[in-house]
């Protein structure tokens, strides 16, 4: 890196926001550095949502093949081979990560700077900020620092050499016996992933449900078809001690009905996510942060400091990677464009369990609370031809549509392909369309597009 070398922008954190944004502002005549401290597409390539898909499809597929009786077929053994199931998601990492590198290679516009960046004031040339061994100066920085593992303080906990979201790609000791704190979406798509390789698996909640923001009647369905494939839960329970056993790990459990110990093999942390915004030196210009970590932005995605923008999962709100892929949008059109493009957005997600949870726009819970006036409609996916067809039955459609307009207000499609699904129901929400469109469509058939459609004719 060259010293004092100057940037119209620097982009710090090669994520989801920061390379396309990089390259984005580059062509738009920026002179542009990127720092990245570790390896480029941050934690959605390296060990998050591509990683986990992976190994979660060899899960799917040995799942399936222990199934083939259902199917006809006679699969006498189905052996995992853990290590060459880590290899394969491994490879399409770094696959990615290399074609990602390529792109920087002699390129001087943007300029690709390794490093831990840490700005440490202003002044008459913009934001100095340190990387590694070296300094630059910006006019405007944007912040893309993502989060990492939220690690509880529990007692015993730094004794223990956990697995966590960050680390278990490289664990390829298959767990005989596997605890998961946590029962968000990293500890359920885990969860389903140990037990289909072969780990008896227990998940420890605190709350009273999994998935604490769906509604209660869809997380108590999807932990119904987990512990259908014996994953065990434990709701309502905290884990208050961990020790190190000669064999294994010791867990102190409180729960509503008293205190209990449990023993696994290994335990994994999936108890949240912590911004990475505790290094970065925002004290010195006046950036302000929340006490969580969460850099505080306007819709537009600007800080309370002129010249400093935030993108990604520090900012707050949905943290997902087509989010912060938004935010690069929303950055270019406030950056060098007309400005109209903001936060506010229509955000679909998804649980890649399987059957996957896909969902968009409000919740039950969230549109009776917001005092609208609705209409729910239910459908079974058993009704489906094409689910019934592929051996994935189960699982339902929830609909809510404003009972005025017809518009969709929210909708969740618990099912295999939910996460592809679900779109279709975004498409009528960013078109601000009735359900009726859907309804007066013709849906090949068979396909699991027709359940979709199947859902909102039960609104008449
Ligand atoms: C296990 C797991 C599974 C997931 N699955 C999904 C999924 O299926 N779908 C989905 O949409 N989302 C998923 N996510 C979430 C998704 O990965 C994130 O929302 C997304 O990657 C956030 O992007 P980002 O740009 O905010 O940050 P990141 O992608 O995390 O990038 C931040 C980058 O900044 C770098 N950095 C940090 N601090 C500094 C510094 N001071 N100096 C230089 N560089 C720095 C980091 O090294 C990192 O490369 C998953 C996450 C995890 C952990």
Redesign the pocket.
């Known amino acids: 890196m060259a010293r004092n070398a100057k940037y119209d922008v620097l982009v710090?954190?090669?994520?989801?926001?920061?390379i396309p944004l990089a390259y984005g502002l580059a062509n738009a005549g920026r002179r542009m550095g990127l720092?990245?401290?570790?390896?480029l597409g941050?934690?959605?390539v390296n060990?998050?949502?591509i990683p986990?898909?992976a190994a979660i499809a060899s899960g799917r597929v040995a799942h399936l093949a222990r199934r083939g009786a259902e199917f006809g077929l006679k699969i006498s053994t189905v052996e995992v081979d853990f290590p060459a199931v880590l290899k394969r998601a491994k490879d399409i990492v770094i696959d990615l990560r290399r074609s990602l590198e390529q792109g920087f290679e002699n390129s001087e516009n943007p300029c690709l700077l390794r490093g831990?960046?840490?700005v440490e004031g202003r002044d008459e040339n913009g934001f100095r900020v340190r990387i590694g061994h070296g300094a630059v100066t910006a006019g405007e920085i944007v912040i893309?620092?993502?989060?990492r593992s939220l690690i509880p303080a529990i007692e015993g906990l730094d004794g223990i050499d956990f697995i966590d979201?960050e680390n278990w790609i490289e664990r390829t000791e298959l767990p005989e016996r596997l605890a998961i704190i946590g029962g968000g979406y990293?500890g359920l798509e885990m969860s389903q992933l140990y037990r289909r390789m072969g780990s008896a698996v227990t998940v420890i909640e605190e709350s009273d449900q999994i998935t604490g923001h769906e509604d209660k009647d869809i997380a108590e369905d999807l932990k119904r078809l987990l512990e259908a494939e014996a994953v065990e839960f434990r709701l309502n329970t905290q884990v208050r001690r961990a020790d190190r056993k000669e064999k294994g790990i010791r867990l102190t459990l409180e729960g509503s009905d008293g205190t209990a110990d449990i023993e696994a093999s290994h335990l994994f942390v999936a108890a949240g996510r912590k911004p990475?915004t505790d290094?970065?030196g925002l004290e010195t210009i006046g950036v302000k942060v929340s006490s969580k970590g969460i850099v505080e932005a306007n819709k537009r995605l600007a800080t309370n400091v002129e010249g400093v923008w935030v993108?990604?999962?520090?900012r707050g709100g949905p943290?997902?990677?087509?989010t912060?892929w938004d935010d690069y949008r929303i950055l270019m059109s406030q950056m060098v464009g007309d400005g109209s493009r903001t936060t506010d957005r229509i955000v679909p997600y998804a649980i890649?369990t399987d059957p996957e949870l896909g969902r968009v726009g409000m919740t039950e819970r969230e549109a009776r609370a917001a005092g609208k006036q609705i209409k729910i409609a239910r459908f079974e996916m058993r009704k489906n031809g094409k689910a019934r067809d592929l051996g994935d039955s189960e699982g339902f459609i929830k609909v809510i549509i404003d009972a005025e307009t017809g518009c969709i207000l929210g909708a969740t499609v618990l099912a295999t392909e939910a996460a592809e699904l679900v779109h279709l129901y975004v498409e009528l929400m960013n078109a601000g369309a009735p359900y009726t469109v859907m309804r007066d469509a013709i849906h090949i058939h068979p396909t699991l597009a027709e359940a979709l459609q199947s859902a909102v004719s039960l609104f008449g």
């Open positions: 710090i954190g090669g994520g989801q926001a920061g720092a990245e401290r570790k390896h941050g934690s959605c060990f998050g949502c986990t898909k831990h960046a840490r893309d620092t993502g989060t979201a990293i990475n290094d970065l993108a990604g999962d520090i943290m997902f990677t087509h912060s890649f």
